[in-house]
C-alpha cells in the first residue's frame, strides 16, 4: 500500500494562507491557541494516523467484524484507536475547558480529521460518531445525564451512536414507529426497531449508547412528535452495567466500509429497554440536527480523505509503471515510459486532485465558517450561521459524489491493477461509495439546499453567499494573471444567480414538485460553483507565492497547485453550462413520465 496518503503541506496551505485560522486566535474562545500549537495538533493527529490508523486500513477490510457467543467481534486494533484518542482528547477536543475540551477550532479540528479518514476511514468513523453523540448530551442532556454517559464517551471507554433509520421509513424520519412510555421512575420503556447503526455494537469499548429517536406515546404525527433518547445497550445500575434489552439481530455485509459493523436492533423484546429523555419532548428532530449537520460536514471531509488517500495510490504507481511508448517516440530499442508522461494520465490525476484539493477547501470553508459563528454577534453572527446553512449540503454532496468519481479515475490510472485487491484502489473505491449515502443521499441533500437553505429568509443565504463570491471575484480582477479566470466565474455566477430566481418563482407559483423536480442537478450546479470560488481564492495565494520565486520542493507545490486551479476551470466548471441550461428549460419529462413507462 503507499505510504503516503494525504499531504501536510496542503493542509498548512489552507489553514495558514488561505484561511489565516491563526485570526481565531484574537477571540477569547480560542486565545490559549496559536499557529504553533496548531502545528502540533495536526502533527499529533499525523502521528496516530501513522501509527494506529493507516497500517491496518487493509486488514480491517479484509478481516471484518464477526459475530460469535452474542459478541460482535471488532478488530483489536479498534479497543487501541478509542483508548488512544479518549486519553489524548481528541474526542472531546472541540468541547469547553470546564468539560475536558481543548476548545480546539472546528477548522483545526476538521484538518485532523481529514487525516485520520485518508489514514482510515472505518476506524475514523467509531470515535467520531462517539463525538457527535456525546456532543448532543453536553449541548442538551441534564447534568446526570452528562455525568453517566458524556465523561465515559468523550473518554472513549463507551461509543456513541446516532439510532434514527427503520425498516419501513428510510429517511421518512416522520414516519418512525419505535415507541417511549414514560415509567414512574422518569426514564421510558423503549420499543422498536433501528436499523444502519454504525458501530451500533461491538467488544471494542465497554459499552454502546444510542442517541435515538423516538415517539412518546400520545405525541403529534410527523416530525413534531419525535423525542430524543438516551438508550444504552447496559445500563449503569447500582454501581454496574445491566443489559438493557437492545438485542443486537445481526449486521449487514456491505460493499465497503467492513472495518466498522452497521447494526439491526431490536429494543424492548422483554420490556425492560430503558431510555432517558434528552432536553424537552418532542424536539428530538431539532436536536439530532445538531449532529447530522456536523456529520455532513464530516462526511463531506471523510469523503475528501478517501480520494486523497486513493490520489497519492494512484499517484505512485503512474510515476513507477513503464508501459509503452509516447506516439512521438515508436523506438522499440528505447527504454519503456512511466505512465505518468502521458496525457491522458495526468488527465486523470489532475482530475483526483483538482476535485480532491477542491472539496477539502470548501469543508474547511464550512468549518471556519462554524468557528466564526461560535464567535461573533449580532449581524456577523447570523451571516456566518446562514452561510454554513447554505453550504453545508454542498460540502457533503460534492466532495462525496465526487469522491466515487475521482477514485474511480484511480482505478483507471491502474488499468487491470486497480480492480484487483494486491492494490488499495478497489478498496478506497468500495468504501467511499457509501458516503453520497451517508446522512442523507444526495438527493435528500438537493431537498434540502433547494426547498430550505436558498428558500429561507427570502433568499438571505444566497444573497450572503453572492457577497462572497462577488468579494473574491473583485480581488482576483485585479490580478492579471487571473482576470480571465474571474470573468468566467462571474459569468457562472450570473447564471448561476439566473437559474436560482426562475426556480425561487416556481417555488411561487407551482406545486413543490415542479420546484424541486431537478433539485439534485441543481445542487450539482451549486458544487461546481462553490468549488470554483474556493480555487480562485487559492489561485491568489498561489500567484502571490510564485512571485517570491521559490524554488525546489515549494516551486512544485505551487506549481501543482497552479496546474489543479487551470485544470478545474478548463474541464469542470464548463459542465455548469450544459447543468444551466437543462435548469432553464421548461421541459418536464420526469415530473410528468407516468411510472409504469419505466417497467
Known amino acids: 500500500m503507499a505510504q503516503q496518503y494525504m499531504s501536510m503541506r496542503n493542509l498548512r496551505f489552507l489553514l495558514h494562507e488561505v484561511l489565516n485560522v491563526e485570526q481565531l486566535v484574537q477571540f477569547p474562545r480560542y486565545a490559549d491557541h496559536n499557529k504553533e500549537g496548531f502545528d502540533m495538533m495536526l502533527d499529533s493527529a499525523k502521528q496516530i494516523a501513522d501509527s494506529l490508523f493507516f497500517p491496518i486500513y487493509e486488514e480491517m477490510d479484509k478481516k471484518p467484524p464477526q459475530m460469535g457467543d452474542g459478541v460482535v467481534h471488532v478488530h483489536p486494533g479498534v479497543k487501541d484507536i478509542m483508548k488512544e484518542t479518549g486519553e489524548s482528547g481528541w474526542i472531546v477536543a472541540q468541547e469547553d475547558y470546564d468539560i475536558g475540551g481543548q476548545q480546539m477550532p472546528h477548522t483545526v479540528y476538521n484538518a485532523a480529521n481529514f487525516i485520520f479518514h485518508a489514514a482510515n476511514t472505518s476506524a475514523a468513523s467509531y470515535f467520531g460518531l462517539t463525538m457527535g453523540s456525546a456532543e448532543l448530551i453536553s449541548s442538551f442532556g441534564n447534568q446526570e445525564l452528562k455525568d453517566t454517559y458524556m465523561t465515559k464517551m468523550f473518554a472513549g471507554k463507551w461509543q456513541g451512536t446516532m439510532a434514527l433509520t427503520e425498516p419501513h421509513a428510510g429517511s421518512s424520519l416522520g414516519d418512525i414507529r419505535t415507541t417511549a412510555k414514560e415509567a414512574e421512575d422518569g426514564s421510558y420503556r423503549i420499543k422498536g426497531q433501528k436499523i444502519f447503526i454504525s458501530a451500533g455494537d461491538h467488544d471494542g469499548v465497554e459499552n454502546i449508547v444510542h442517541l435515538m429517536l423516538a415517539k412518546i406515546e400520545g405525541a403529534p404525527a410527523g416530525t413534531k412528535g419525535i423525542s430524543l433518547f438516551v438508550v444504552p445497550k447496559h445500563r449503569p445500575e447500582n454501581g454496574g452495567l445491566v443489559y438493557n434489552d437492545v438485542f443486537t439481530a445481526g449486521f449487514e455485509g456491505k460493499m465497503g466500509m467492513k472495518g466498522c459493523p452497521v447494526m439491526h436492533l431490536v429494543m ?22 445538531q449532529m447530522m449537520n ?10 475528501c480523505g478517501l480520494s486523497s488517500a486513493a490520489y497519492y495510490a494512484s499517484l505512485e504507481y503512474a510515476n513507477e509503471r513503464p508501459q509503452g511508448r509516447t506516439p512521438s517516440n515508436q523506438d522499440l530499442e528505447s527504454p519503456m515510459e512511466n505512465i505518468i508522461n502521458y496525457a491522458d494520465v495526468k488527465r486523470m490525476l489532475l482530475f483526483q486532485k483538482s476535485v480532491m484539493e477542491g472539496g477539502l477547501a470548501l469543508a474547511m470553508q464550512c468549518a471556519y465558517y462554524a468557528d466564526m459563528a461560535k464567535v461573533s454577534e449580532g449581524a456577523d453572527k447570523e451571516k456566518y450561521n446562514m452561510l454554513l446553512n447554505l453550504l453545508t449540503p454542498i460540502a457533503k454532496a460534492y466532495p462525496s459524489e465526487m469522491s466515487v468519481q475521482s477514485t474511480s479515475q484511480g482505478m483507471q490510472v491502474l488499468g487491470g491493477a486497480g480492480f484487483c485487491s494486491d492494490f488499495p484502489l478497489q478498496q478506497y473505491y468500495r468504501d467511499t461509495r457509501i458516503n453520497p449515502i451517508y446522512e442523507g443521499t444526495t438527493g435528500i441533500q438537493a431537498m434540502d439546499l433547494l426547498g430550505r437553505k436558498v428558500t429561507m429568509k427570502m433568499g438571505a443565504a444566497v444573497m450572503a453567499f453572492g457577497a462572497e463570491l462577488q468579494e473574491t471575484i473583485m480581488k482576483a480582477m485585479s490580478v492579471e494573471a487571473l482576470k480571465p479566470r474571474a470573468e468566467k466565474l462571474a459569468a457562472t455566477a450570473t447564471k448561476f444567480q439566473e437559474v436560482t430566481m426562475k426556480l425561487m418563482n416556481l417555488a411561487q407559483s407551482e406545486k413543490p414538485e415542479v420546484f424541486l423536480a431537478d433539485a439534485t442537478l441543481y445542487l450539482e450546479n451549486s458544487g461546481l460553483l462553490a468549488i470554483a470560488w474556493q480555487w480562485m481564492k487559492q489561485a491568489m495565494v498561489i500567484e502571490e507565492k510564485l512571485a517570491e520565486n521559490p524554488t525546489g520542493e515549494e516551486l512544485s507545490f505551487y ?5 489543479a486551479f487551470e485544470f478545474f476551470y478548463e474541464y469542470e466548471l464548463p459542465k455548469s453550462i450544459g447543468l444551466t441550461k437543462r435548469l432553464l428549460s421548461d421541459n418536464r419529462l420526469t415530473l410528468n413520465l407516468a411510472p409504469e413507462y419505466l417497467n
Open 268 to 289: 424492548g423484546d422483554n420490556d425492560d429497554c430503558r431510555g432517558w429523555l434528552v432536553g424537552e419532548p418532542h424536539q428530538g428532530l431539532k436536536y439530532m440536527f
Open 559 to 563: 506549481k501543482g497547485k497552479q496546474a
Open 294 to 303: 456536523g456529520a455532513r460536514i464530516s462526511v463531506g471531509v471523510m469523503s
